[in-house]
């Protein structure tokens, strides 16, 4: 019973440490548009209001030239910072709740967000 004990407590701990991922910071990722015209920050603002919303994301000034996102995705929670600027945006992590986040580390599911926030942007600054 004790070895039938330790090898469920293993076989958790295996599952969970395995849901952690080193969390993704997007760092001055590159504004470009299909037309390769120069937008305002405005425009850059507005495509990464526009890609927040189509994924549940709520997006909110935090100052010039910056956004803070709130996602609420079930029971979790991530907050996210966006400068930005004309030529380049970067996404960084500012807190979660229940997403495990430690020593830098974060459950992956978080990354698939921030991989689809990044995605949808790009897809917005593309059109413009």
Known sequence: MKMLKRALALTLLAAVVGCAAPIYNVNNAPVTT???????????REAIVRAGASLGWVMKDAGPNKLTGTLHLRSHTAVIDIPYSPQSYSINYVSSQNLNANNGTIHKNYNGWITNLTRAIEVQLAAQ
Do not use: F
Request: proline share 0%; glycine share 0%.
């Open 34 to 44: 299909s037309s390769a015209k120069q937008l305002s920050a405005a425009q850059v």
